[in-house]
């Protein structure tokens, strides 16, 4: 079969500019230049690549950025009334902070100090359950991002089974609701696997739409694939290649040379799901600053 490649580059670059244009005119008429605020703790390789991304686009589309950087050291009170200072600063209109922090700080409590408000990332509890039930709320990056790839290439989920692989509070928990939700971009059945899931193949073969989320180099092999499924692979890993100048390549959940032949469409990795979600970080940012959810 012929694949076609969910290009999330390709569609992420189309919506900066969409962003970059609205807020050109947002400016251009007196209003106020969106600002996310970024806090990072610690010298983590991936961290710091991803939060230098986040910074790097928020200047694409014309956003301001501030990062708040802190040594592995810092106290769960200092970084606590961090936190509460950005709260209650008017000027910043999202925040965000770099996952995984330190073991002695307790990640529940660092999400729950955010201003849902400003919670532009979609983790907190307030947001997290208004958009289970519905209700206008900041939508997690990698959730909203493949959403939206899936809808941009019109591709239907309404009565279709998609099998989600990976019951994470940041992606497949989400995305997972989402897709189960009745809306146009949902309306799916969904079937939420994990590593406590018995016959995993015999489920994935029955999916319309596999999204893999586990975390496990190239984990999902044809022989678990219907053919003319699509197939979006969220994992990303890094491994060593003699082939580029870097030493190392970035991989995914899914074993692509191999599965994608059977499938409809695909997402590469890179280039698929990781873009997508810097640039719904970007949208909810955007959102935040024209109070469109909360006042
Ligand atoms: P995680 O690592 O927190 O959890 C993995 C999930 O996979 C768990 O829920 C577990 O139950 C499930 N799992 C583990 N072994 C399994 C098995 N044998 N069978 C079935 N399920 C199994 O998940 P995460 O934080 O969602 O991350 C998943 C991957 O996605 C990682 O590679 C991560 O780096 C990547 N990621 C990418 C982006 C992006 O923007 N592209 C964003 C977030 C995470």
Request: aromatic share 4%; hydrophobic share 35%.
């Amino acid at each position: 079969m012929s694949y076609q490649l969910l290009n999330g580059k390709e569609i992420s670059a189309q919506i900066k500019n969409e962003i970059a244009e609205e807020v050109k005119q947002i400016i251009a008429t007196g209003g106020k230049q969106p600002h996310l605020a970024a806090i990072l703790v610690g010298t983590d390789g991936a961290s710091e690549t991803y939060v230098a991304g986040k910074v790097k686009s928020c200047k694409q589309v014309g956003f301001k950025s501030s990062l708040f950087r802190f040594n592995n050291s810092v106290s769960e009170d200092e970084l606590i009334s961090k936190i509460k200072e950005i709260n209650a600063d008017d000027n910043i209109d999202g925040l965000i902070v770099q996952l995984p922090i330190p073991e002695h700080i307790s990640e529940n409590k660092i999400i729950e100090t955010i201003d849902p408000k400003k919670d532009v990332d979609g983790f907190h509890p307030v947001n997290i359950g208004k958009m289970t039930i519905g209700l206008p709320a900041y939508i997690s990056a990698t959730p909203k991002g493949i959403s939206e790839l899936l809808k941009r290439n019109n591709i239907e989920t309404s009565g279709k089974h998609c099998v989600v692989i990976g019951r994470s509070n940041i992606v497949g928990k989400p995305v997972s609701i989402l897709l189960s939700q009745k809306n146009e971009t949902g309306n799916a059945t969904v079937t939420l696997c994990h590593s406590r899931t018995k016959n995993l193949k015999e489920i994935t073969l029955q999916a319309d739409i596999i999204i893999a989320a586990i975390g496990k180099l190239e984990f999902v092999t044809a022989d678990m694939i219907k053919e003319g499924a699509v197939v979006v692979d969220v994992g990303i890993h890094r491994v060593k290649s003699d082939k580029t100048k870097s030493g190392w390549k970035l991989k995914g959940d899914v074993k692509f040379d191999e599965v994608a032949p059977k499938c409809s469409y695909i997402t590469p990795v890179p280039g698929g799901v990781g873009p997508m979600t810097i640039v719904s970080l970007l949208q909810n940012t955007l959102i935040a600053s024209k109070k469109e959810i909360y006042k």
